[in-house]
């Protein structure tokens, strides 16, 4: 399906607005006996754990968000990974009620669902070796899903994106459509920019509060990014990525051959219900080609030339504009 073919979102868009007589008029309730569980969770691998002690950066809040990114080279620490993890979508306390248990995030999520995933795709750095990870916020604990250095697979399906290529780690973002589409239904897609977005502001913040280049990528090949996570694209898809620090490399090795991983994971919940408009909608968003999605970026509106519609209000970066650091 081509990536043009615009009216499918406008479509989507459309069907799925709010209205005075949709949210008075609907019967929808919420089946707390299968509601999904918070943690994609792999079954039989054994977890590589975090360091969860650092010292604060001190980082005025409002400095880190209206900082730019560094163009020095940097090859970012185990400690430095398990930061961007834990303030991006890391666990940062539970209550306990009578019904169960809310789990609370660095970042929000519509419904407290959060359906966003997180992995990590990196050459050899610092006390962690080269491989695909996934990131589980339940035990602050890598899980490593592949063996070796996959960033030439992201720099192809990128169409050899400069970041990319340059990077030694990479977190890619996936969402899961049920995790959401308990409470939302086909609304859910909606919410998979939003609570992305979320995460992505905190990253990026952190990025800089430790002094790491940070690059947000959206423009890549669908397909081939699924495969290498090995995630079922009709439940899970790959949002975006975000590669951390740099390096002097212009171009990689040819990256290895992969094969379908078929590792277990937990069960959601009980029983999925199938929304299909949310899957006709993405697959209208993806990309076919490295080629394309080089294509695509390049056609991105500078920030520049973006007009604005009202008052432009810059954000004070001083540090005693603020007293709160990032953390």
């Not at 959206?218 to 996570?229: I, M, S, Y």
């Not at 009709?234 to 094969?259: C, H, I, Y």
Request: glycine share 6%; net charge negative.
């Amino acid at each position: 399906m081509s990536n043009r073919k615009t009216e499918i979102a406008i479509g989507y868009h459309q069907n799925t607005k709010h209205s005075f007589e949709s949210v008075r008029s609907d019967t929808h309730f919420l089946d707390w006996s299968n509601q999904p569980i918070p943690f994609k969770t792999y079954l039989d691998l054994e977890p590589l754990r975090l360091p969860s002690q650092w010292e604060a950066t001190e980082v005025p809040a409002l400095r880190a968000l209206s900082g730019l990114t560094t163009s020095t080279e940097g090859i970012p620490t185990l400690d430095q990974l398990a930061r961007l993890l834990y303030f991006s979508a890391g666990l940062t306390k539970t209550k306990h009620h009578p019904g169960g248990e809310i789990h609370f995030r660095a970042a929000s999520c519509t419904g407290a669902l959060y359906q966003v995933e997180l992995y990590v795709v990196c050459g050899p750095l610092p006390d962690l070796p080269a491989g695909l990870y996934h990131f589980s916020p339940r035990d602050f604990s890598l899980y490593r899903l592949r063996d070796g250095n996959f960033r030439g697979t992201l720099a192809h399906a990128s169409g050899d994106e400069p970041n990319l290529l340059r990077a030694p780690a990479t977190i890619i973002c996936t969402g899961i459509y049920w995790r959401n589409a308990w409470k939302y239904r086909t609304r859910a897609y909606r919410h998979f920019g939003w609570d992305n977005g979320t995460i992505l502001a905190n990253l990026l913040a952190t990025g800089f509060t430790l002094q790491l280049p940070t690059h947000l990528i959206l423009g890549f090949l669908d397909q081939e990014v699924n495969r290498l996570l090995d995630v079922d694209s009709d439940r899970e898809v790959a949002l975006s990525m975000v590669t951390v620090g740099r390096t002097s490399e212009q171009r990689l090795k040819p990256p290895p051959a992969f094969e379908p991983l078929g590792l277990h994971t937990q069960a959601l919940s009980r029983s999925e219900v199938d929304y299909p408009e949310m899957r006709v909608l993405h697959s209208a968003t993806c990309l076919a080609s490295g080629k394309e999605a080089a294509e695509w970026r390049g056609n991105t509106p500078d920030q520049e030339v973006l007009t604005s519609q009202g008052p432009v209000r810059p954000l004070d970066p001083r540090a005693d504009a603020t007293v709160d650091s990032l953390e």
